[in-house]
């Protein structure tokens, strides 16, 4: 599967942006810009599947105090973040044309903002607390914390008016996409996933090898 992972992911990537550039139509209003929609709704929905893996992984830690735990509840962070980032960073380029402003603080984007800025914190929090056992079990303890946070983001267009454009999966009949649209779209989705996947995989071994290096290092100052 390790080595199925990254052609997988590269082949879907290679579909995926033929879809959207290519295969998906322009849309009547909003023109090429549009496109944009297809990476940044699937950076969003692949961030919230990272933080969920977080949330339950640090539920797990603190459960049964196991190290791997910790390690996945640490690399899905990371890569929550690194797709939070392209979502925070792909819908002001969106919005510029659209709306004639980068950014406002409508409830959307300002949870968003609080949401990335929570788990970058939980970030730094393992960089500066030394001790691995309550490293660990601070993380776990914030990242549940911050979870909080992930489904009111998705809610707040459902729960508030925004500028923020309501949801076209779900939000009723008239927010629906094309079909092409919504093909472009589940190919980038399922292209986005098989990069979580294949990131989380390459980020849990890079983990388990710093954990023998820390091992080692243990042993021999105890020599």
């Known amino acids: 599967m390790s080595r199925l992972l990254p052609i997988v992911c590269f082949l879907t990537m290679c579909v995926s942006l033929y879809a959207i550039f290519i295969y998906a139509p322009t849309e009547r209003t909003m023109g090429d810009v549009q496109r944009i929609f297809y990476f940044h709704i699937s950076a969003w929905w692949i ?27 640490l690399a899905s962070t990371e890569i929550g973040v690194l797709f939070m980032t392209i979502g925070i960073t ?3 380029i969106w919005a510029k044309p659209i709306w004639g402003i980068y950014w406002t603080w409508d409830p ?17 929090l393992r960089r500066y607390v030394p001790e691995e056992t309550k490293r660990a079990n601070l993380a776990s303890v914030t990242s549940i914390i911050a979870y909080v946070n992930v489904p009111f983001v998705f809610m707040a267009i459902r729960l508030f008016r925004t500028q923020h454009p309501q949801p076209v999966i779900g939000g009723g ?26 990131l989380m995989e390459k980020r849990l071994a890079l ?17």
């Open 90 to 92: 792909t819908g002001p």
């Open 108 to 124: 959307r984007l300002t949870s968003a903002l609080i949401c990335w800025l929570m788990y970058f914190a939980i970030l730094m």
């Open 207 to 223: 983990e388990a090898t710093s954990g023998e290096v820390d091992h080692l290092h243990k042993e021999l100052e105890l020599t």
């Open 47 to 73: 961030a919230g599947l990272a933080l969920t893996v977080t949330f339950f992984s640090a539920v797990f830690y603190l459960w049964k105090k196991d190290r791997r735990f910790d390690a996945a509840a």
């Open 173 to 198: 009949d008239d927010s629906g996409l094309a079909p092409a649209m919504t093909h472009a779209f589940l190919v980038t989705l399922l292209a986005f996933t098989f990069l979580y996947l294949w």
